[in-house]
C-alpha cells in the first residue's frame, strides 16, 4: 500500500518550458487535491478532483492545469512555466483525513 | 470567511519541557479539525482529527484538544525527535478540501 505517489521529487525548468507533475493514489479516494507551500505561506489550494472526470478551481488556479481520468491519477499540468512557479508541490487524497505525497521542489530559473 | 491562525509561529524548547500550540479558526459549521506534523522536505503526516468541542486526541507525547474557536496541541516532555512543523486545518464547506494554518515549527534542544 504506497499511499500517493508523486514524481518527479525535484525538477529545475526554464521560464516558458511545460511539464506534467504525475500523482497517483492506490487507496481509492474520491478527492484528490493539490497544494502548493511556500515558506511561511502556508499551504494553498490549485486545484481539487471530488472524483472522476470533475475538477475544480482552487485558492491558486492560474497558471495550471489538471485532468482525472481515472480514480487513482491526477496529474498537474504547468503550460508556461514562470518564476512565480517556484514551489513545492504537495498532491492528496482523502476520504476523511487528507494524506499527502512526498512532494515536488520546483525551482524556474 | 474561513480562516485558520496558529501561535506560536516558532516555538523552541529544552528537551522535557512541556508546552502548548494555538490552533483558532473562523469556520461556518465546523466538520472536524485536523493536526498534521511536516518534517523538513516531506509531505504532512496526518496525526488527529477532532469533530466537536471537548474532545480529546492523544499519541504518545502528543494531546489534542478542541473548543469552539480554538484547539491546542499540547506535547509533555518533548524530545528531540519531535522537532517539526505541525499544522492544522479544517474543511471548507464548499469544497471539501482543507485551508491550513501557517504551523508552528517547534525545535527541542536536547
Redesign the interface.
Known amino acids: 500500500n504506497a499511499g ?1 505517489t508523486q514524481t518527479p521529487k525535484f525538477r529545475i525548468l526554464k521560464i516558458g518550458q511545460s511539464m506534467t507533475l504525475q500523482c497517483t493514489q492506490d487507496m481509492n479516494h474520491n ?1 484528490m ?1 493539490w497544494y502548493r507551500q511556500d515558506p ?4 494553498k ?1 490549485i486545484y ?1 478532483s ?1 472524483g472522476a472526470g470533475i475538477t ?1 478551481k ?1 485558492e491558486v488556479p492560474n497558471g495550471y492545469n489538471v485532468s482525472r481520468s481515472t480514480t487513482e491519477d491526477f496529474p498537474l499540468r504547468l503550460e508556461l512555466a514562470a518564476p512565480s512557479q517556484t514551489s513545492v508541490y ?1 498532491c ?1 487524497s ?1 476520504y ?8 515536488t521542489r520546483l525551482t524556474v530559473v | 470567511e474561513d480562516q485558520v491562525t496558529q501561535s506560536p509561529e516558532a516555538l523552541r524548547l529544552q528537551e522535557g519541557e512541556s508546552s502548548s500550540l494555538n490552533c483558532s479558526y473562523t469556520v461556518s459549521g465546523l466538520r ?1 479539525l ?1 493536526w ?1 506534523r511536516q518534517d523538513p ?6 496525526l488527529f ?1 477532532l469533530y466537536s468541542a471537548g474532545e480529546e486526541k492523544e499519541k504518545e507525547r502528543l494531546k489534542a484538544t478542541l473548543t469552539k474557536k480554538e484547539s491546542f496541541l499540547h506535547i509533555t516532555a518533548p524530545k528531540p525527535e519531535d522537532s517539526a512543523t505541525y ?1 492544522c ?1 479544517v474543511p471548507v464547506r464548499s ?9 508552528t515549527k517547534l525545535s527541542v534542544k536536547p
Not at chain 1, 40 to 43: A, E, F, I
Not at chain 1, 96 to 103: I, K, M, P
Not at chain 2, 95 to 103: A, E, M
Open positions: 500517493v478527492y487535491y511561511g505561506m502556508g499551504l489550494l481539487y471530488v475544480d482552487g504537495f492528496a482523502s476523511t483525513e487528507a494524506f499527502f505525497g512526498q512532494g | 472536524g485536523f498534521y522536505g516531506k509531505g504532512p503526516e496526518f482529527t499544522l486545518a469544497q471539501g478540501n482543507l485551508i491550513f494554518g501557517k504551523g
